[in-house]
């Protein structure tokens, strides 16, 4: 079952894409203070489908950028690049079993390094975790609550909640539609 995606990228990267006939992640531009996340992420997608040689991290698009309602992401919206940087969203379909979908808020609490709570009492046990556990247990308790941003039937409204989606690689053979933009 193939599944319809959403990546916003500048357009520089969708000329590489034309030239190579596809595009992957370039771990130089990776922020060291992002890299932990990033590679939590890459080996949970490296669980569900092989990492190609040569790529370290996945690349991110949107299933539902605006929720179920609006799935495509809306380029009037700022803040999708650099103000006044050409980009592309690029429309492209990928076999599900290459996709690893999760809660894009959720997704948060990793990158950030927090627990994923799913409410106030959740968040309260969570906090007193910081201090009943040994730094490796509170990782691995962290981790496991992590888990959870892939169940989307956690999201208590899907017409509203944004779902992202990684994969390893975009080959252009699986490009449907490029719209051309100017980040506001």
């Given at each position: 079952?193939?599944i319809?995606?959403?990546?916003?990228?500048?357009?520089?990267?969708y000329?590489?894409l034309q030239?190579?006939g596809?595009?992957?992640?370039?771990?130089r531009?990776?922020?060291p203070e992002?890299?932990?996340?990033?590679r939590w992420m890459?080996?949970q997608l490296?669980?569900?489908?092989?990492?190609?040689?040569?790529?370290?991290?996945p690349?991110?698009?949107?299933?539902?950028?605006?929720g179920?309602r609006q799935p495509?992401?809306d380029?009037?919206?700022?803040d999708?690049?650099?103000?006044?940087?050409?980009?592309v969203?690029?429309?492209?379909?990928?076999?599900?079993a290459?996709?690893?979908l999760?809660s894009?808020d959720?997704w948060h609490?990793?990158?950030?390094?927090?627990f994923f709570s799913?409410?106030?009492?959740?968040y309260?046990y969570h906090?007193?975790?910081?201090t009943?556990?040994?730094p490796?247990?509170l990782?691995r308790?962290?981790?496991?609550?992590?888990l959870r941003?892939?169940?989307?039937?956690?999201?208590?409204e899907?017409?509203v909640?944004?779902?992202q989606?990684v994969?390893?690689r975009?080959?252009?053979?699986?490009?449907v539609k490029?719209d051309?933009?100017?980040?506001?």
């Amino acid at each position: 079952m193939l599944i319809k995606l959403w990546t916003v990228r500048p357009a520089s990267d969708y000329a590489l894409l034309q030239q190579q006939g596809f595009y992957s992640a370039d771990s130089r531009y990776v922020l060291p203070e992002r890299a932990a996340a990033y590679r939590w992420m890459a080996q949970q997608l490296a669980e569900k489908t092989p990492t190609p040689a040569g790529v370290d991290f996945p690349l991110w698009a949107w299933c539902r950028a605006h929720g179920s309602r609006q799935p495509k992401p809306d380029l009037r919206k700022r803040d999708h690049l650099e103000k006044g940087q050409p980009g592309v969203c690029i429309e492209f379909m990928l076999p599900q079993a290459q996709v690893l979908l999760s809660s894009f808020d959720g997704w948060h609490a990793v990158l950030n390094n927090h627990f994923f709570s799913l409410g106030d009492e959740e968040y309260e046990y969570h906090e007193s975790l910081q201090t009943r556990l040994p730094p490796a247990a509170l990782a691995r308790e962290k981790q496991k609550s992590w888990l959870r941003i892939f169940d989307l039937d956690l999201l208590p409204e899907p017409a509203v909640y944004e779902v992202q989606a990684v994969f390893w690689r975009l080959e252009l053979a699986s490009v449907v539609k490029v719209d051309y933009f100017v980040a506001r």
